[in-house]
């Protein structure tokens, strides 16, 4: 059984599916650590809540970012996690702590990379009109959603969609992907290659999603 560690900083709505998804015997991995720079993330009272060890450590406490990024490292190998998951974690973390855990750290991001990186994807998104959007599940490189995707799920975007109801869609959506691809890679279905991740032929493919619909 894989040790995972899920590292927060305020919601844990990603967690809790994570939890959710763990609590069927038939998943191949635990939550052994959940850790949130911030004290008073909602996500902690959800590890709780599961009986899941929870460690605070507040990037405040640090002088510098190799300080805190140290002390994270020391927590995640004390609980001997073999995969790391970023879910709404609001640091961006040192290149060395990158490359220390490279093809065991994974984020979630609420759009379809490489398209909309960084913050306030889904106004941009809307923004910008897009038809289709979505999330994706990637292993984390230096450069911030910029990794290896694993995995994406996408949706077609509504008549009078706004941001609010976009991020809940897609929240949605994340919910189903994270666990599925955490599967995925503990399971050794997908696997990184030459810069990409690839899968299996043992994993199907769903099919297409268009927009505007054909009639
Ligand atoms: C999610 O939209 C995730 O994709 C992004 O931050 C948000 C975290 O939400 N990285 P939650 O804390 O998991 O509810």
């Not at 959940?34 to 507040?58: H, M």
């Not at 609980?79 to 979630?108: K, S």
Request: charge should be negative; aromatic fraction near 6%; include cysteine.
């Amino acid at each position: 059984m894989a040790k995972l560690a899920v590292l927060i900083s305020g919601r844990g709505s990603n967690l809790q599916s994570l939890i959710d998804a763990a609590a069927d015997p038939d998943f191949p991995a635990e939550i052994a650590l959940v850790v949130s720079n911030r004290p008073k993330a909602q996500g902690l009272a959800r590890a709780a809540k599961a009986g899941i060890k929870q460690s605070v450590i507040d990037h405040k406490d640090f002088e510098t970012r190799e300080d805190f990024d140290a002390a994270l490292s020391e927590a995640l190998r004390m609980a001997e996690v073999d995969f790391v998951c970023l879910a709404g974690f609001m640091r961006i973390l040192t290149p060395q702590f990158v490359n220390d855990w490279r093809g065991r750290l994974l984020n979630i991001h609420p759009s379809l990379l490489p398209a909309f990186r960084g913050l306030h994807v889904h106004e941009r998104m809307i923004d910008a009109g897009v038809k289709i959007a979505g999330c994706s599940v990637h292993f984390v490189s230096s450069e911030p959603d910029a990794g290896p995707i694993v995995g994406q799920a996408a949706l077609t975007v509504q008549p009078g969609e706004t941001a609010e109801t976009l991020a809940e869609r897609i929240l949605e959506l994340e919910h189903k992907l994270y666990p599925a691809c955490v599967r995925l890679i503990v399971e050794n279905k997908a696997r990184l290659s030459g810069g990409v991740v690839v899968y299996d032929r043992s994993v199907a493919s769903s099919g297409a999603v268009l927009n505007p619909p054909e009639n």
